[in-house]
């Protein structure tokens, strides 16, 4: 029985040591990978902005409350400046639409990686089968 399990384990090992990769292939798992990082990075900025536009959202609705007399100071790079009631919610509704368009970038960027990584991933496992693990440990 032991000289069994010794022999089955041989071959395991022989198929790791059958898989040939050539310098294409090497180029393909690098560039799936630097899409993997690419596209953490591109979840992290994403939840960020989100937050974001819903930080701009609470404070649209805060504002709401206030009296039209009222100066409100508004953060611009980093600098508090006070305006009006109206010229606040202006500026603010123009943060919101830049966040909303900076959210649509990403997930359009996400989009086409994505595809690339499927395309890299479907070639790869085809290539290599069980011999390459290319999911995400999340």
Not at 58 to 85: M, Q, R, T, W, Y
């Amino acid at each position: 029985m032991a000289a069994k399990v010794a022999s089955s384990t041989s071959k395991v090992f022989q198929n790791h040591d059958d898989v040939h990769i050539s310098f294409e292939d090497q180029q393909r798992i690098n560039r799936f990978a630097k899409h993997n990082v690419r596209m953490d990075d591109l979840k992290m900025e994403l939840e960020m902005k989100k937050n974001d536009l819903k930080c701009v959202e609470e404070a649209l609705e805060e504002i709401e409350l206030f009296d039209e007399e009222e100066d409100i100071p508004f953060l611009i790079g980093e600098v508090f400046l006070s305006h009006k009631l109206g010229k606040t919610q202006e500026l603010l509704a123009e943060t919101k639409d830049a966040v909303i368009k900076e959210i649509a970038s990403i997930e359009a960027k996400t989009k086409i990686i994505k595809a690339e990584m499927d395309e890299l991933k479907a070639h790869l496992y085809q290539r290599f089968g069980s011999n390459i693990s290319l999911e995400n440990d999340d």
